[in-house]
T-cell receptor, first 114, second 118 residues
Framework: DGGITQSPKYLFRKEGQNVTLSCEQN?????MYWYRQDPGQGLRLIYY???????QKGDIAEGYSVSREKKESFPLTVTSAQKNPTAFYLC?????????????FGPGTRLLVL | AQKITQTQPGMFVQEKEAVTLDCTYD???????LFWYKQPSSGEMIFLIY????DEQNATEGRYSLNFQKARKSANLVISASQLGDSAMYFC????WGGGGSNYKLTFGKGTLLTVNP
């Protein structure tokens, strides 16, 4: 089955620790995205990547970093510089970057601070 | 800048009845797309329906239809014959195509929580 997988489902971060959220897709999509969702809010874009070895900052990139070494994978690192990381993180992908192309989402990772 | 407004924090509907979820948007882009997603309690965002700004007909996908009124900048989702499994958060989102960095992202509203009663 084609789809997007995210792991872990729940992640706990200690003060000053960097943590990495995994996102893998087997849809052969070129574009991948990371969004953050806070309670009672819509999603906000953290980073996106249109192609391997290239990525761009979204609206709330501070305190986060990404890499795109493989087409299938787009991991997100939440660094210690992110002071309020508790949120639900959703990874998405789309065939490309054209207007009508739908973004499909993974099941999400819930990050909690200890 | 793009903005999506969903004015209904919560909606209730009886099973088998139709329900309309409101969405208004604001953008300076000439071309744009409007999307609706469903988010059940599990958290995954499920794509429901898409409408392009130049599409002349309203989009339909099974029990979902999008009531697109361009002049009023509204893109309401209509769910016919509601089912218990339709209970979820529903998000309206848009994507612009006018340069200025708006091409790549979806801008989301805050969502409407739909509860279907038996």
């Amino acid at each position: 089955d084609g789809g997007i997988t995210q792991s872990p489902k729940y992640l706990f971060r200690k003060e000053g620790q960097n943590v990495t959220l995994s996102c893998e897709q087997n849809l052969n999509h070129d574009a991948m995205y990371w969004y953050r969702q806070d309670p009672g809010q819509g999603l906000r874009l953290i980073y996106y990547s249109q192609i391997v070895n290239d990525f761009q900052k979204g609206d709330i990139a501070e305190g986060y970093s990404v890499s795109r070494e493989k087409k299938e994978s787009f991991p997100l690192t939440v660094t210690s510089a992110q002071k309020n990381p508790t949120a639900f993180y959703l990874c998405a992908s789309s065939i490309g970057d054209r207007l009508g192309e739908t973004q499909y989402f993974g099941p999400g990772t819930r990050l909690l601070v200890l | 800048a793009q903005k999506i407004t969903q004015t209904q924090p919560g909606m209730f509907v009886q099973e088998k009845e139709a329900v309309t979820l409101d969405c208004t948007y604001d953008t300076s882009d000439q071309s744009y797309g409007l999307f609706w997603y469903k988010q059940p309690s599990s958290g995954e965002m499920i794509f429901l329906i898409y409408q392009g700004s130049y599409d002349e007909q309203n989009a339909t996908e099974g029990r979902y239809s999008l009531n697109f009124q361009k002049a009023r900048k509204s893109a309401n989702l209509v769910i016919s014959a509601s089912q218990l499994g339709d209970s979820a958060m529903y998000f309206c989102a848009m994507r612009g195509w006018g340069g200025g960095g708006s091409n790549y992202k979806l801008t989301f509203g805050k969502g409407t929580l739909l509860t279907v009663n038996p």
